[in-house]
Every structure is written in structure tokens, then in C-alpha cells.
């Protein structure tokens, strides 16, 4: 009897934690998302689907959801370009490319709030080393993080900054992995280099990008630290994205029905993307076969 | 490693360079007085070290983060290789649902949880303490999906020669599989170190108590306790980053090929 309880006492704890701090969380959260109560008060009375509307007929929510759409558009192709076009120059084992590699994957590593700060002093408008550079070409001196037309531009500067070293680093492994008879026949054939790249690269490395596409989709939708640290989603709102809208909704107004309504659309959406992104995976399984 | 031109190599080195100039920078300005930086001429000095870890408790923040990431690595460690050894070597009822549910946590976004995990903690009493930090980011999903993979690869007929000999599974897993699987184990402990060492938004909304701030809060605090942009002392700030920074950055120059290939590992497969 001992022995075929054995296996669960091996994966109880790990089954404990997943439960308490992860499953059931989604069904608090649903709860409450029906609920209204700010912490305080003894009760949470019952109201239906009422966070919902509110949050819909909101210019915070649809704002907020234009916002990290565009962060999304915008950084995305932006990484994944670079990126792949780095990488293909980065595949080589020489030390170079090595010691390039190195460097560019460093601040994926690197705290994020520390990024946030360092670029919040890049980009500040008195001292900052932009302005330097540009004060000095007479380019003036544009007050980025307190601009709305350019505080989100900087945001998607310093993600990609900070995510491109793991972008080519997965980019590199999928590149290792086209054999290379592929690029000798190619050669053979008096293929040219460009040629080479988008009829037999490009194509190869398809499934890495659309595996780095998903999830790069996926943390746009989660980016909260740069814009906490940077600029509170400001100005006027015009970097207020979803999760920063969350934990203000949630722990700065205290509202935590509709605070879990947001957590439950939020959530609705990326496991659509994580769901897109497992089939992805398959069809990968199956395009190398 | 094929010999290479050397002028590429430099030409990589600066392009290498150029690209972390910010950080570069940010360090160096770090040892800058306030009034040098400001005038625009060069100086050196520690004196932003010592008022970072001093008046600003950065040393008392560092020791935070070294305990929380710390515990959170073996703690996650331990869970993640126990439940990873039964899904890898025992078939039982309900394993596959049990496995299922942990590789379905990667796909779970961490926001859904943020306002509940509160909740819980705040129910517990928890909330400012260290055990309010620790207790949400044992479980690792991504870990135990890992280490069962890689388990896997482990011969069986080492576990039962062991067993013949009379091992119990502990055993086994003790003196077998947790040596053999060193490389898997070390880059996992790596991984889960760096991303709890850089996590903030839990910190951030489980802590308010100053003593319990870790690095990540505590930098950003002292960024944006500053009010005005022009009264920010970016030196002190910059002292307070580079220590929050240093220590992963040392752990990974050391170990970077093993977390470059975890993490490729993890991905592409």
C-alpha cells in the first residue's frame, strides 16, 4: 500500500504550491471579478458582470489596450528583425562573434528596474547621453519620457535593448540546426548570399520565429516593470499598459473587483496566444519531420 | 574556435561595448562626485557607495535579495527535482493529469494571480515578511518540465542496479539521479536565481515595510523618491544600480555558457 502511495509524496509539494499560488488564484479571481469590495469593508457583495461593463465603457481600458497593441506591433517585428538579422552574422563559432554574443545577451540578465533607471537617465532631457549627442549635432533637446507622442517609442527601445540578446540566442540555435548540405547545394548551384538567406534561411528558421513571435507577443502584453519605474504610464496615459492599469486599478484605487476583471480579460487573452503558441510548437515538431 | 582577423575582432569588441555604453556609463558616473558630474568634469570618488549601502540601506537590501533569491533557488530546486524524479520514474494514477497541470502553468500569465496571492498572504499574515516573498515562487513549472526531460535521458538500469542493491527511492535519487543530472540542476538554480532576483512586481505589492525591501525595490524607490527630474542625484542612483546589478552580472560571466544553453534547451526542444 506504502509503495504505491510513494510517487505522491514525491510530486506533493511542487502540486501544493501550483494549487495554492496558481490554480486557485484563477477562481479568486473570477470570483472576485463579480464581486465589489476595496479591502476594507466586511462584505463583497454579489454584482454580477457590472466590472465588466464598467471596465468596457472605460477610455482607461480601451486606451490601455490600444497602448500595448501598439507596444506589441511595434516591438515585436522590431526584435524579431534585428534579431534574426544579427543572428545570421552571429552563428559562426569564432571570437568575435562569440564575445558579440556575449555582450548582446548581457542585459537580458540585468535587472530590469536597473535598465529602467539607466535609460530613464539616457533619455532624461537636461543630462541625459541622448540629448548630449543630439544637443551637440543642434538637434535640440526633446523631452522624451514627458512627451506623449515619444515616451512609448523609448519603452519599445529599451524592451528590445534588453530582450534581443535572448532573441538571438534562440535565433542561433535554430540556425545551428539547418544542416549544412542545405547551404552547400546552394553554393553549388551559385546561389548568392541574399538569395541563400530568403530561399533557404529564411524558410528554416520559420518555426524559431514563429516560436519567438508568440511569446515576444506574449510578454508585450506583460510588460509592467519599465513602465513603473519609467513613467508611471503617463504621460497622459499614453504608456498605460494593461498590467500597469492592473496594479493601479488593483492597489492604488483598491478597487479589487474590477481589478480582477482585468486580471481575468488579461488572463483570457494570453492563454489564447500561449494556446496559438503550443499549436506553433506542433507544427514545428511536425516541419522538422 | 577558428583563428580570426583581428581587426574584427575589435571591430566586434567596440560594436560590443557600444551597445552596453549605457550601463558602461552608468557605472563610471557612479564613481563621479554630484558636483563634477553635473559641471560636466571628471572625478572620482566612493562616496556614492557608501551613502547607497549607508544612509540608504542598499547593504541591508542586497542581504534581502541574497536571502529571498536564495531560499527561492534551493526551496524551487528541491520541489522542482522531487516531483520531477516521480513524474520521470514512476507511471501512477493521476500522473499525467499531475504532469499536465505543471507544464500548463507556463502558460499561465503570473498577473492572473497577483491580487488573490495577496489575499492569501494577507489571510496568513504574511504579508512583510520574508516568508510573504519566499512562499509564491517555489513552484516552478518550467523547472520540473525541464528536470523531468532531462531525467529521463538517465539510464533506468542505474536506478535498478541501485534498487538490487537494497537503495530506497531516496536513496536512488540522492546518490543517482541528482549527480547525473548536475548540469540540468545547476542552470535551473541559475535560472530561477536570476528571475527572482530581478522580480519586482511581487515585492512591490507584498512588502511595504522598508527593512524587507530587496534591491529591485529599493533602487526604484530611490529613483522616484527624487521629485523633480533636474534635483535627481544620478550618481548615488547609479552607485545603488550597479550594486543591484553586480552580483547576477558575476554569477553570469561565470556560468554563462551553462544558462545560455539551458535556456536554448528550453526553447527550441
Excluded: C
Excluded at chain 1, 31 to 41: A, D, G, K
Excluded at chain 1, 102 to 108: D, E, I, Q, T, Y
Excluded at chain 1, 181 to 187: P, S, V
Amino acid at each position: 500500500m506504502l509503495r504505491k502511495l510513494t510517487p505522491y509524496f514525491f510530486v506533493a509539494p511542487l502540486m501544493i504550491f501550483i494549487a495554492v499560488f496558481t490554480y486557485v488564484p484563477i477562481l479568486t479571481s473570477l470570483n472576485l471579478s463579480l464581486r465589489q469590495w476595496n479591502f476594507l469593508t466586511p462584505d463583497m457583495p454579489f454584482v454580477g458582470l457590472r466590472n465588466y461593463e464598467e471596465l468596457f465603457a472605460s477610455a482607461d481600458f480601451w486606451n490601455s489596450l490600444w497602448v500595448t497593441t501598439l507596444f506589441a506591433v511595434f516591438s515585436v517585428p522590431l526584435r524579431l528583425g534585428a534579431a534574426l538579422a544579427i543572428a545570421s552574422w552571429l552563428v559562426r563559432e569564432t571570437l568575435p562573434a562569440r564575445l558579440l554574443r556575449g555582450a548582446l545577451f548581457l542585459p537580458s540578465v540585468t535587472s530590469t528596474v536597473s535598465i529602467a533607471v539607466v535609460f530613464s537617465w539616457v533619455f532624461s532631457t537636461d543630462y541625459g547621453m541622448v540629448n548630449a549627442v543630439l544637443a551637440t549635432l543642434g538637434l535640440g533637446r526633446p523631452q522624451w519620457l514627458q512627451d506623449p507622442h515619444l515616451a512609448l517609442w523609448v519603452l519599445i527601445l529599451v524592451n528590445t535593448w534588453k530582450q534581443i540578446g535572448y532573441d538571438i540566442v534562440i535565433y542561433i540555435a535554430g540556425l545551428q540546426a539547418i544542416p549544412q548540405e542545405l547551404y552547400d547545394a546552394a553554393a553549388v548551384d551559385g546561389g548568392r548570399r541574399f538569395h541563400v538567406f530568403r530561399r533557404v534561411t529564411m524558410p528554416l528558421v520559420m518555426p524559431t520565429t514563429y516560436f519567438l513571435l508568440v511569446i515576444s507577443v506574449i510578454e508585450a502584453f506583460q510588460v509592467f516593470t519599465i513602465v513603473n519605474v519609467m513613467t508611471r504610464g503617463g504621460p497622459a496615459g499614453a504608456t498605460d499598459m494593461l498590467v500597469n492599469l492592473l496594479y493601479e486599478i488593483g492597489f492604488e484605487l483598491f478597487d479589487i473587483g474590477r481589478g480582477s476583471a482585468l486580471a481575468v480579460i488579461l488572463f483570457v487573452l494570453l492563454v489564447a496566444l500561449a494556446i496559438l503558441k503550443s499549436r506553433i510548437i506542433g507544427r514545428k515538431v511536425h516541419y522538422e519531420a | 574556435m577558428k583563428p580570426e582577423n583581428p581587426i574584427l575582432t575589435m571591430l566586434s569588441l567596440a560594436a560590443g561595448l557600444l551597445f552596453l555604453a549605457p550601463v558602461l556609463y552608468s557605472v563610471w558616473m557612479s564613481f563621479q562626485t554630484a558636483d563634477a558630474f553635473y559641471a560636466g568634469r571628471v572625478s572620482f570618488t566612493l562616496d556614492n557607495y557608501e551613502r547607497a549601502i549607508t544612509q540608504f540601506s542598499f547593504a541591508r537590501y542586497l542581504i534581502n535579495s541574497l536571502i529571498v533569491s536564495g531560499l527561492v533557488t534551493v526551496l524551487g530546486i528541491t520541489v522542482a527535482t522531487l516531483a520531477a524524479f516521480a513524474f520521470a520514474r514512476f507511471r501512477f494514477p493521476g500522473g499525467d493529469l499531475m504532469f499536465g497541470a505543471t507544464v500548463a502553468t507556463l502558460m499561465i500569465p503570473s498577473h492572473i494571480s497577483l491580487i488573490p496571492n495577496y489575499l492569501t498572504l494577507a489571510k496568513a499574515g504574511l504579508l512583510d515578511t520574508y516568508a510573504g516573498l519566499i512562499l509564491p515562487a517555489i513552484s516552478n513549472g518550467f523547472a520540473a518540465f525541464f528536470l523531468r526531460q532531462y531525467i529521463r535521458g538517465i539510464p533506468k538500469a542505474l536506478d535498478e542496479a541501485a534498487y538490487m542493491d537494497g537503495a530506497t527511492h531516496l536513496q536512488v535519487l540522492w546518490r543517482i539521479i541528482v549527480p547525473l543530472s548536475k548540469p540540468a540542476i545547476s542552470s535551473m538554480a541559475l535560472y530561477i536565481f536570476i528571475t527572482e532576483w530581478n522580480n519586482y512586481i511581487w515585492p512591490l505589492v507584498a512588502v511595504g515595510k522598508q527593512d524587507l525591501y530587496t534591491l529591485q525595490i529599493g533602487l526604484a524607490r530611490l529613483y522616484r523618491i527624487n521629485p523633480g527630474e533636474g534635483l535627481i542625484d544620478w550618481p548615488l542612483v547609479m552607485a545603488a544600480s550597479t550594486i543591484t546589478i553586480l552580483p547576477v552580472l558575476v554569477g553570469f560571466l561565470a556560468v554563462e555558457r551553462h544558462l545560455v544553453r539551458g535556456i536554448t534547451m528550453g526553447a527550441v526542444k
